[in-house]
């Protein structure tokens, strides 16, 4: 298993396939997984690589909590795609008496015991709550999303858009429409679970595609 070199754009490209069928290293929530590929890649991945662009600045919003995360670290060569192995780990060893480059910072690491720990208690929790029958808020949205100009290529720009994956989170239909000077905003619509994205989240997303993407509008919001 691994991602090839992440240091290069054959790995990146091995990661953006990886995330296109789902949002994170392993897992629902971001995770230790997501840190430890993260800190290895020196880069933002290109904008053409929608699904590890998309990854990669949700898991930098996390920059302050990353000791928080759940999870324990693991050597890259047990992430990713089987079939692929790690070359990054490889060609890290040979600087290994170097000062690292931590995206993140220099927070000291989590105690693996004590991860463990909260990992198993979080299960534990998710486990008595899942047997508890609730009601699920959910709400549907529809969102404007305008380019930049004419020659934006708006099949790209919904691509882009309907790589976001989140739980809760469904993607609808969506329609071209005219907004002027031969410029056309991509409409499309989508059902979310309240308590797990807002309006807010899903504009942090989309607009993270700023080679696409000029702003992002509420159309309608309807309670289901």
Not at 63 to 92: E, H, I, R, W
Not at 166 to 195: F, R, T
Request: aromatic share 8%; glycine share 8%.
């Amino acid at each position: 298993m691994g991602f090839g070199d992440l240091k290069t754009a054959s790995g990146v490209k091995v990661l953006n396939d990886f995330l296109s069928e789902r949002s994170y290293i392993e897992g629902f929530v971001p995770s230790q997984a997501d840190v430890a590929v993260f800190e290895v890649m020196s880069a933002s991945p290109p904008a053409d690589l929608c699904h590890a662009l998309r990854w990669f600045n949700h898991i930098k919003s996390y920059q302050g909590q990353k000791s928080s995360l759940p999870g324990v670290k693991k050597p890259l060569g047990q992430y990713g795609p089987v079939g692929v192995a790690d070359a990054t780990s490889a060609a890290a060893s040979k600087d290994e008496d170097d000062d690292d480059i931590d995206l993140f910072g220099s927070d000291e690491e989590e105690d693996a015991e004590a991860a463990r720990l909260k990992e198993e208690r979080l299960a534990e929790y998710a486990a008595k709550k899942s047997k508890k029958p609730t009601l699920i808020a959910k709400s549907s949205i529809l969102l404007d999303v305008k380019p930049w100009d004419d020659e934006t290529d708006m099949s790209k720009l919904e691509e882009c858009v309907r790589s976001i994956h989140m739980d809760g989170l469904v993607w609808g239909q969506s329609k071209l429409v005219p907004v002027g000077y031969g410029i056309k905003k991509l409409q499309i619509g989508c059902v979310v679970e309240d308590d797990k994205v807002g309006t807010d989240l899903l504009e942090e997303h989309i607009t993270a595609f700023e080679d696409f993407v000029q702003s992002m509008d509420v159309a309608a919001f309807n309670k289901i």
